[in-house]
């Protein structure tokens, strides 16, 4: 146990401390700054600092599932939007008499485009360039990125039944997605929701 002795008055006036304070009287008391009073219950008890430590994990591990929270939402989204794209592939860009292999086909290559417009890489290229990361880029991405992609698959089934070319529809949603990104990044209400 600690048994050095020093009242606040006579340490005060020994530091010329400006964190503590004593004030005699019938509403005295001893005040100090937050984190010299942390300090002082856990320098004085044990048990203290060990509720201290414990307290703070749990605060840290509560922020970090509303940060999970929020992603998960914006991935719950980008799959829900991803259901309208590929619905607009499927009524506009598949023809009516091929394999499902095909179609696969199809799909995946515009979920490349997109990936490419956001990401500026495939998922082949990202996963040749990650081989120690398991699922795929959009499982690894920034909040804002997701809300971008939720956006251009609804812009994307938009253009595909407005029946554009992929090379234009590319070019369209880099644009969005630059914009968007601009946007999000300066963006207060994205910062309170990390």
Known sequence: MNSYKLSVKEWVEKTHAIGIKATAGRYGGTFAHPDIAFEFGMW??????????????????????????????????????????????????????????????????EADMLNVAIFGITAKEWRDDNPDKSGNVRDYATLEQLVVLSNMESINALLIHQQLPQAERLVQLNKVAITQMKSLLGSNTIKKIK
């Open 44 to 109: 004085i008890s044990p048990q203290f600092k060990i509720y201290l430590v414990r307290e703070f994990q749990r605060l840290k591990s509560e922020e970090e599932d509303r940060l999970k929270i929020g992603w998960n939402l914006q991935r719950t989204l980008a799959k829900i939007n991803y259901q309208i794209h590929t619905d607009a592939i499927k009524e506009n860009l598949i023809p009516k008499e091929i394999t499902e292999q095909q179609a696969g086909i199809v799909y995946a290559n």
